[in-house]
């Protein structure tokens, strides 16, 4: 059972820990110290429910929607190609703009929403969690239940160290050009995923 519970937290860190759109927006989040605590929970959350999931013998749901793979593989491309667009124009309007003591604060439920659709939108989040760790559990039946444990621990605490410890950049990014810099580079991530996405695809 300890060897299942350890896999599944090796396993699931190696793959949350890449870096991402979900992973740059958490980050982003947590230098501006604002509505991390909402932000970490839907993270975690969101692997915490597709990873249970997977482990129970969900993942065959493209199998059985033959659709579903299409639907979320493009829509996740248009919205990390119009989220990286924006992304770059707040850099093109300037660092100062984007300082976390001088932006205006965003509201909780548009960073919900953005928060959702990186997470539920991002077809590589469905294979990771519904299909690698959910086929991967399956070498450790009938410990499935402490690999998913150890899988879900795995997400909460990066997560959680990922949000809250973004603020220990702060002096960093209390220079414009540091924020100008890191908003061009979450958003080259999401247009390099969504190319990713689009070729892999081929």
């Given at each position: 059972?300890?060897?299942?519970?350890?896999?599944?937290?090796l396993v699931s860190i190696s793959l949350i820990a890449a870096i991402g759109a979900q992973n740059a927006f958490v980050l982003r989040q947590g230098i501006r110290r604002e509505h991390v605590g909402w932000v970490v929970l839907i993270c975690?959350?969101?692997?915490?429910?597709?990873?249970?999931?997977?482990?129970?013998?969900?993942?065959?749901?493209?199998?059985?929607?033959?659709?579903?793979?299409?639907?979320?593989?493009?829509?996740?491309?248009?919205?990390?190609?119009?989220?990286?667009?924006?992304?770059?124009?707040?850099?093109?309007?300037?660092?100062?703009?984007?300082?976390?003591?001088?932006?205006?604060?965003?509201?909780?439920?548009?960073?919900?929403?953005?928060?959702?659709?990186?997470?539920?939108?991002?077809?590589?989040?469905?294979?990771?969690?519904?299909?690698?760790?959910?086929?991967?559990?399956?070498?450790?039946?009938?410990?499935?239940?402490?690999?998913?444990?150890?899988?879900?621990?795995?997400?909460?605490?990066?997560?959680?160290?990922?949000?809250?410890?973004?603020?220990?950049?702060?002096?960093?990014?209390?220079?414009?050009?540091?924020?100008?810099?890191?908003?061009?580079?979450?958003?080259?991530?999401?247009?390099?995923?969504?190319?990713?996405?689009?070729?892999?695809?081929?």
């Amino acid at each position: 059972m300890f060897e299942a519970l350890g896999a599944g937290f090796l396993v699931s860190i190696s793959l949350i820990a890449a870096i991402g759109a979900q992973n740059a927006f958490v980050l982003r989040q947590g230098i501006r110290r604002e509505h991390v605590g909402w932000v970490v929970l839907i993270c975690a959350g969101s692997d915490a429910v597709l990873m249970s999931a997977g482990i129970a013998g969900f993942g065959a749901i493209s199998q059985r929607l033959p659709w579903f793979g299409d639907v979320m593989l493009w829509g996740g491309v248009a919205f990390l190609g119009i989220y990286g667009a924006l992304r770059f124009r707040a850099a093109w309007q300037g660092g100062a703009a984007l300082v976390p003591a001088g932006a205006a604060p965003v509201a909780l439920r548009r960073v919900v929403v953005t928060c959702l659709l990186l997470t539920w939108a991002n077809p590589h989040v469905y294979l990771d969690t519904l299909v690698l760790i959910g086929a991967i559990s399956a070498q450790y039946a009938p410990h499935g239940g402490a690999f998913g444990v150890g899988a879900v621990s795995a997400s909460v605490g990066f997560f959680t160290a990922l949000g809250f410890g973004a603020r220990l950049l702060a002096p960093v990014m209390a220079r414009p050009r540091a924020w100008v810099v890191l908003e061009v580079i979450v958003g080259a991530t999401m247009w390099v995923i969504a190319v990713a996405l689009v070729f892999g695809s081929a």
